[in-house]
């Protein structure tokens, strides 16, 4: 079983330009949860994706948006980045609805210059 | 709102015993604990659901009073392994939010 996988691993964009992150989530599990942890900081909940549905979003502009695939990988998708975007986001899976034991990825560490 | 933890840091000696809390403003469905080691992602420990539950992983336990919003991770014993950031988050009904993390530092 490979876990939870995220790609790419390190990104580097420029203020106003848009970005895509991907991940797989752990075989089993059917929920994916995505997160923005700054430098020195816990992770901040940006949204949760249950049955190819957003169920839960944080305290985050439209700016961020997602989609889960019938196979229930997923996509965070960011647009107009800003300086503040630039963070390490992590993508959790977890089976079923309910917020069980969360399994992370190694996150995706977003630099925007 | 974030749940808040105290203490921030903390440093051990191998063996020593350690107590880290986490509350919340708010009515809480689950407290979940997790570890991260730096450079690494979070690292799932355990879950308190509603009810008061305790539970232990190893060396490792936690409780959750339900009344006062609050949860404790206490370590025994703490070994060397024990160090990493340790986050709670803590489930509403509405999403899931993470304290800042208290800083673990444990020597030989």
């Known amino acids: 079983d490979a876990g939870v996988t995220q790609s790419p691993t390190h990104l580097i964009k420029t203020r106003g330009q848009q970005v895509t992150l991907r991940c797989s989530p752990k075989s089993g599990h059917d929920t994916v949860s995505w997160y923005q942890q700054a430098l020195g900081q816990g992770p901040q909940f940006i949204f949760q994706?249950?049955?190819?549905?957003?169920?839960q979003r944080g305290n985050f502009p439209d700016r961020f948006s997602g989609h889960q695939f019938p196979n229930y990988s997923s996509e965070l998708n960011v647009n107009a980045l800003l300086l503040g975007d630039s963070a390490l986001y992590l993508c959790a899976s977890s089976p079923g609805q309910l917020y069980n034991e969360q399994f992370f990825g190694p996150g995706t560490r977003l630099t925007v210059l | 709102q974030q749940p808040v933890q105290s203490p921030q840091a903390v440093i051990l000696r191998e063996g020593e015993d350690a107590v880290i809390n986490c509350s919340s403003s708010?009515?809480?469905?689950?407290v979940h604990w997790y570890r991260q080691k730096h450079g690494e992602a979070p690292v799932f420990l355990m879950i308190l659901l509603k009810g008061g539950e305790q539970k232990g992983h190893d060396k490792i336990s936690a409780s959750f009073n339900e009344k006062k919003q609050q949860s404790s991770l206490y370590l025994t014993a703490s070994q060397l392994s024990y160090s990493g950031t340790y986050f709670c988050?803590?489930?509403?009904?509405?999403?899931?939010?993470f304290g800042a993390g208290t800083r673990l530092t444990v020597k030989p």
């Open positions: 708010k009515a809480l469905y689950s």
């Open positions: 994706y249950y049955e190819e549905e957003e169920r």
């Open positions: 988050g803590t489930e509403t009904g509405n999403d899931m939010r």
